[in-house]
């Protein structure tokens, strides 16, 4: 299951999300792939999540730690609506946020119970 982060209702994104957009320089207008993972920034205005970027040829790079701010209160998780504000200016500015989609392997699991299970 694939939605725009836009149009995502949770209210925060943990650990394994994985974020699809297309790219400008350096990644050449290809599809690009970040992934939400726990970072240890060990400085106190950085939360405990970074961007690792999973395809191409920047596949493996640490792309952005987000700051505390993008923290949700009282979950390791990040704030859904700080990416949403945030994520031409501080994320990756080649793209708006309704042209990022999110997807989780998590969520695919379930789409693929729920469809199993109906009669």
């Not at 987000?66 to 859904?80: G, Y």
């Not at 119970?113 to 109906?118: A, R």
């Amino acid at each position: 299951m694939k939605i725009r982060l836009t149009e995502c209702d949770e209210p925060f994104l943990g650990a394994g999300i994985v974020f699809t957009f297309t790219g400008e320089y350096p990644f050449d207008k290809e599809p690009v792939d970040f992934m939400l993972c726990q970072y240890l920034a060990g400085k106190a205005d950085r939360s405990d999540f970074a961007f690792y970027c999973i395809s191409g040829y920047h596949s493996g790079s640490l792309e952005y730690v987000l700051p505390k701010e993008a923290q949700a209160e009282n979950v390791k998780a990040i704030s859904t609506q700080w990416l949403k504000d945030n994520w031409k200016s501080k994320v990756y500015g080649g793209c708006e946020a309704c042209d990022v989609m999110l997807s989780n392997w998590i969520w695919d699991q379930n789409e693929k119970y729920k469809s199993n299970t109906k009669e």
